[in-house]
């Protein structure tokens, strides 16, 4: 996930959703070897809340903008409880959190070149790297999310720097790819990820020099003294490097500036207004957010960029009440195990070192970070970083230490590893068949932006179960699964390639036929998704060239009854009304375009430049 763009599209999560569930199903096989489990109010905690997230996502209006999260969710809680039952020991965690900052160091080496020479824009071989932005990226699809990985593990290897018992040559390495994350996130420019950097850091300094003042009172000043100055150069040096360069410096002069996402969040506020206890649904955001837009904010929006405020507004007041119980009970959790390890352990140690409390006060440094930044971005909707916390909060769920919960509170605990076999039985069944579909819709999408209509319209059919793939396997599988027809996307795009090839053909006859299975496309695109203002803009443009204005003109109404506040529908409008003759009316909706466009250029100026 992590190589794939962080993983923000679903067609490069399935197949690595497919080896956890791979793996989760195995888990069978290891059931009564298991010697260690998840603290059980953590593991009730998070029974709780994450079966109300499945059970809304299933329950949302649109299944299809739901299905990312459903297999997040999925995908997370396999994590989680393959790290609390099977990976508490201290070698394979250790290993593991090596491997975080391997992809660390590749991405931020990436973003480095990203950032020397962003003209080239860098990609290795088989990664994805879809959007063109000015600000390095790194692996990830976006800089802020790129910050967010880094922030996370960049903490985790301090604190194994400080306090695990590793060799020195091995924490010096730790400590040079520590480093290197620090220098990523300052180069990505993300405020959110210096804001939440900084918490994440006072965290771990605040934990560590109080396990040293309990330790050892006499060093304590001294090791104060030293961490602080450690600190003040690492926060110097990245400073001087952000000096010089324009765009980082903009970054920072204007690190408290009002931007586009405080619009964002406006808009997830009177959603959750809508349906304040149990939310809206999963996914619906990306209607709601366009029906409560902003004049200014004239992008489309996706993602209030809040987890809190996208939570609160699709799952409401019951999942954001649910996820608070989570993080308390964790962090609670892992503060008593702090605690314990430095009272029990370390006061009296003649070594007062301890991987355990290492993977501790990381975790809980990562977490400090992860609460601070999700204030500002949606680093829990990448998948590939979701499962980092997940993992990261697996530490939490079971420190490896002694179990002091009762005897039948330990029976209990354990009756929840048969819940991974039986998440990958699940995952199995119904992720894994979704992806031949979406890797052919994929292939559709590239195709038509590449404006190959004719292969656009193929790779769609394929995806649907129209017709049979030329490749073996993949032909097999979507004869046996039946393609998929719930994906509103893929009929878009199946019904842009047919209306894109009628415009390049002169025969009107054969233009009029491709337009007619676009108008059908589109509108299998639109019983599945009906406020999905684009395919109405697009149907609408097609009945228009049909000279079906009557038809056209309740497309277009729909449309800016869900978008009202975007400028750019009314330019189709007008369009629409000019071509009908009231020519009046058009030039007052070009107007109102204008008046919109206007409005926000200043805001997408400084929201696209990253000042």
């Known amino acids: 996930m992590q190589y794939l763009i962080g993983d923000l599209e679903m067609i490069y999560s399935i197949l690595a959703y497919g080896i956890l569930a791979l793996g989760s199903f195995f888990t069978l096989f290891s059931i009564r070897r298991a010697k260690s489990s998840p ?30 999260d459903y297999f997040s969710i999925l995908g997370c809680l396999m994590v989680y409880l393959l790290t609390g039952f099977y990976l508490y020991q201290t070698r394979p965690r250790m290993i593991f959190i090596f491997f975080l900052l391997g992809l660390a160091l590749l991405s931020v080496w990436v973003g480095v070149i990203q950032f020397t020479w962003p003209e080239d824009h860098y990609v290795l071989p088989g990664t994805v790297f879809k959007y063109e932005f000015i600000r390095p990226t790194g692996l990830f699809f976006c800089p802020n999310h790129f910050a967010g990985y880094l922030e996370a593990v960049g903490v985790m290897g301090l604190s194994l720097v400080w306090w695990s018992r590793l060799k020195l040559w091995l924490k010096l390495i730790v400590l040079y790819a ?12 993300s405020r959110g990820g210096y804001f939440s950097s900084v918490a994440s850091l006072l965290m771990f300094l605040g934990l560590s020099l109080n396990g040293v003042r309990i ?52 808009a997830a506020l009177d959603q959750f207004k809508t349906a304040p206890v149990v939310g809206t649904g999963s996914g619906t955001y990306h209607y709601f ?5 902003h004049p200014k904010v004239q992008t489309n929006p996706f993602h209030p960029f809040s987890d809190y405020l996208e939570l609160l507004a699709e799952y409401g007041l019951i999942g954001a009440l649910g996820m608070f119980v989570f993080i308390w009970i964790h962090v609670k959790n892992g503060i008593g195990t702090c605690s314990w390890l430095i009272h029990k352990r370390l006061l009296n140690s003649f070594i007062p070192r301890s991987d355990t409390l290492a993977f501790n006060i990381g975790a809980l440094s990562a ?21 980092v916390f997940a993992f990261i909060f697996g530490l939490i769920a079971n420190p490896g230490i002694e179990n002091s919960d009762p005897e039948f509170a330990s029976k209990i605990s354990r009756l929840f590893r048969f819940a991974l076999p039986i998440l990958g039985i699940w995952m199995g069944m119904v992720g894994i068949p979704k992806w031949p579909s979406e890797h052919f819709a994929e292939r559709s999408r590239f195709a038509l932006k590449q404006g190959d209509y004719e292969g656009t319209i193929a790779a769609g059919k394929i995806a649907a179960g129209e017709v049979s793939a030329n490749a073996v396997w993949p032909e097999t599988w979507i004869r046996l699964t039946g393609g998929d027809q719930s994906n509103p996307t893929l009929y878009f795009y199946l019904a842009e390639g047919y209306r894109c090839l009628a415009g390049e053909l002169k025969d009107p006859i054969l233009r009029r036929e491709q337009l007619l299975l676009a108008v059908d496309a589109f509108s299998k695109a639109e019983q599945l998704f009906p406020q999905d203002v684009a395919n109405l803009l697009r149907m609408g443009q097609t009945l228009d060239a049909l000279k079906r204005y009557d038809e056209a003109e309740i497309l277009y109404k729909r449309a800016i009854a869900g978008d009202p506040n975007r400028g750019v529908i009314y330019g189709y409008y007008g369009t629409h009304l000019e071509v009908m003759g009231k020519l009046d009316e058009s030039k007052a909706a070009y107007k109102k375009r204008q008046q919109y466009w206007d409005e926000s250029l200043d805001d997408l100026g400084r929201h696209f430049l990253g000042l």
């Open 39 to 68: 603290r059980l109010n953590c593991l009730l905690v998070t029974a709780v809340l994450f079966s109300y997230l499945l059970v809304r996502c299933h329950f949302s209006p649109i299944e299809y903008l739901a299905r990312a």
């Open 178 to 189: 520590s480093g290197c994350c620090y220098v990523g996130i300052a180069l990505s420019g």
């Open 215 to 266: 330790i050892d009172r006499q060093k304590f000043i001294r090791f104060a003294f030293i961490i602080t100055l450690l600190f003040g150069m690492i926060v110097a040096g990245i400073l001087f490097l952000m000096g010089h360069s324009l765009l980082l410096q903009s970054r920072l002069n204007n690190i408290v500036t009002d931007d586009t996402r405080i619009y964002s969040w406006m």
């Open 289 to 293: 957010g366009r029906l409560f837009r």
């Open 367 to 387: 977490i400090t970070g992860l609460a601070v930044h999700s204030v500002v971005d949606y680093n829990l909707h990448i998948p590939g970083n979701a499962l």
